[in-house]
T-cell receptor
Framework: AQTVTQSQPEMSVQEAETVTLSCTYDTSENNYYLFWYKQPPSRQMILVIR??????QNATENRFSVNFQKAAKSFSLKISDSQLGDTAMYFC????????????FGKGTRLSVIA | DAGVIQSPRHEVTEMGQEVTLRCKPI?????LFWYRQTMMRGLELLIYFNNNVPIDDSGMPEDRFSAKMPNASFSTLKIQPSEPRDSAVYFCASRSGQVYEQFFGPGTRLTVL
């Protein structure tokens, strides 16, 4: 079974600074997807960024980028130029690339952006 | 498209009562997932369907929980009888088998007194 670990329950960052959220996972699969979801106080789950395991290039979406280290089974999220609206819970998630299986989530990291 | 629709958004009930949560997936999506979110356990998969057929219900906590998907546009999650430990946020999500992204509904916050 796959597991996802987020070792930082809470983090804070000053507005306009950069912050990195950590995620590690355990799997015997070779083909899979990794995701970061954002859950603001509104409770809505929002996809921030995804990474296909077969791609070596790290995914980037505007101010959000990942550092994907497949051998180390590490998938960290970097948020640049942090904004107050980035305050949220962030969940790392794993999905096998075969059989259309569900997402497996980490426990989340609560990020507070401070003005 | 309106996205995944869940009702009610909030539900407060008393222990022992029956609770029914509802979900309408995005049109054309053939996978539907029910998750439960609590502070202690995070986001857990309860059950998921493919083309209205339950595929994996190993996450359903006990016989008090049941889920149905009578057609492609509607699913229910029922708890009978409800207990205080069932208090959580319940999310429904849907996905097309052709793409990777799951779309989540706004969730139902359930409080069992």
């Amino acid at each position: 079974a796959q597991t996802v670990t987020q070792s930082q329950p809470e983090m804070s960052v000053q507005e306009a600074e950069t912050v990195t959220l950590s995620c590690t996972y355990d799997t015997s699969e070779n083909n899979y997807y990794l995701f970061w979801y954002k859950q603001p106080p509104s409770r809505q789950m929002i996809l921030v960024i995804r990474q296909e395991a077969y791609k070596q290039q790290n995914a980037t979406e505007n101010r959000f980028s990942v550092n994907f280290q497949k051998a180390a089974k590490s998938f960290s999220l970097k948020i640049s130029d942090s904004q107050l609206g980035d305050t949220a819970m962030y969940f790392c998630a794993f999905m096998r690339n075969s059989g259309n299986t569900p997402l497996v989530f980490g426990k989340g990291t609560r990020l507070s952006v401070i003005a | 498209d309106a996205g995944v629709i869940q009702s009610p958004r909030h539900e407060v009930t008393e222990m022992g009562q029956e609770v029914t949560l509802r979900c309408k997936p995005i049109s054309g999506h053939d996978y539907l997932f029910w998750y439960r979110q609590t502070m202690m356990r995070g986001l857990e998969l309860l059950i998921y369907f493919n083309n209205n057929v339950p595929i994996d219900d190993s996450g359903m906590p006990e016989d008090r929980f049941s889920a149905k998907m009578p057609n492609a546009s509607f699913s229910t999650l029922k708890i009978q009888p409800s207990e205080p430990r069932d208090s959580a946020v319940y999310f429904c999500a849907s996905r097309s088998g052709q793409v990777y992204e799951q779309f989540f509904g706004p969730g139902t916050r359930l409080t069992v007194l």
